[in-house]
């Protein structure tokens, strides 16, 4: 029997959104592996959002330079040496990039490097063609490349999903356990529509207030409700301009960050669920809201209909008028909303964060020793 493989998760970029779910939710799994010894790597600065890890895991704290170009300049540097003297054989990196000289370093790709095309600060242009040039070399470089969807294989820059495709697998991601539906729990009154995601560009949130102004004039008692951080505060600030310029300052409620436990709630006593981004590698709230049994309606783009299949109503993104009328359309048909939950919670059960762990246990397993991975690995999920 061979001994268990020493896996080091690189988890330094993993500060929010997706990146530190994934992490929160994978590493539990991966230690029961019996396969895998799991060690992580965080700054300091992100001790206490780790601090309640499965005993099992090796937490291993560090300090890095603080500018993300020092950040990424210690990772080359720094991380190799330290993977070698904790005895790692492999290296997972959750995003576009990692230590290309680490032991065997996988990446598992969660940014679209497409949101660059829809940003038009000039001040964040710089980040997205560094991110860009940061994804082609370690996308080269790594032994493995997991992808959260096949819409992200087929979107990897220079069309590369296609010469790299033997060391590329889908791997979907997950919803916890708590995103179910609850007997006697449903939408609440009067009727609201429900948003999750931290405040960027991508989530394409000025679209949605223009939407619900539309919204808002058929159904007088109609809310939006928005559950997020405010990470782009520029961007944030624009969307609550455009929610007062629309007369919507008292039918929009921002709540900020909320507990997974809350959110788990709302996602039950929203009316309708509306996934607006128009760039997602994933889309963590569209699968949460699903095995919640929310009633969604989500934007037709990028890996969106991958996820939903027929279990979610579909809208252009860019248009605020098509938004508008398929949100509508689930506010006023009952039958409709109940349709679409019942075919949503039965979607969402095929996305479990076991089955996210098994299969990237497998890829690390086959990486080190030198096996061919299982053909229900590679490729389409």
């Given at each position: ?159 590369l999903g296609r010469p ?195 299969r990237t246990a497998e890829?690390?397993?086959?990486c080190v020793r030198g ?11």
């Amino acid at each position: 029997m061979s001994p268990p493989i020493r896996l080091l998760v690189n988890g330094i970029h993993a500060k929010a959104g997706g990146g530190r779910t994934y992490l929160r939710m994978m590493l539990p799994h991966l230690a029961t592996h019996p396969d895998l010894v799991v060690d992580v790597v965080v700054t300091r600065a992100q001790a206490a959002e780790f601090a309640d890890l499965d005993p099992r895991v090796t937490l291993h704290l560090v300090d890095p330079l603080p500018t993300l170009p020092g950040l990424l300049l210690w990772e080359q540097a720094m991380l190799p040496i330290l993977a070698r003297r904790w005895g790692a054989q492999a290296t997972l990196s959750p995003a576009n990039y990692g230590p290309i000289l680490a032991p065997r370093p996988i990446l598992k790709m969660l940014n679209a490097l497409e949101v660059g095309r829809f940003e038009r600060r000039w001040s964040k242009r710089p980040y997205w063609f560094a991110l860009g040039i940061a994804t082609v070399i370690c996308l080269l470089a790594c032994r493995r490349v997991l992808v959260p969807s096949d819409y992200t294989r087929r979107a990897l820059p220079l069309g590369l999903g296609r010469p790299l495709a033997r060391k590329i697998a889908v791997v979907p991601m997950g919803a916890a356990p708590i995103f179910r539906p609850v007997a006697g729990e449903g939408p609440a009154a009067p009727p609201f529509v429900l948003a999750v995601g931290d405040m960027y560009v991508q989530k394409n949130y000025l679209n949605l207030i223009a939407a619900f102004a539309a919204v808002a004039r058929a159904m007088p008692d109609a809310r939006l409700k928005i559950a997020g951080r405010p990470i782009d505060a520029d961007y944030f600030a624009r969307v609550q301009e455009a929610a007062a310029r629309n007369g919507l300052a008292d039918r929009v409620d921002f709540l900020g960050q909320r507990a997974e436990h809350e959110i788990a709630a709302l996602y039950r006593q929203a009316t309708v669920f509306v996934f607006t981004s128009t760039v997602e590698t994933f889309g963590l709230p569209l699968v949460e809201a699903m095995a919640s049994g929310a009633a969604v309606a989500s934007s037709n783009t990028t890996a969106m209909p991958e996820l939903g299949d027929d279990a979610v109503l579909y809208f252009d993104p860019n248009d605020s008028g098509d938004m508008a009328r398929q949100i509508l359309a689930l506010l006023t048909d009952p039958v409709r909303r109940d349709e679409l939950r019942r075919k949503a919670a039965e979607r969402g059960k095929l996305f479990t964060w076991a089955e996210t762990a098994r299969r990237t246990a497998e890829i690390v397993v086959a990486c080190v020793r030198g096996e061919t991975l299982a053909a229900s690995a590679v490729g389409r999920s």
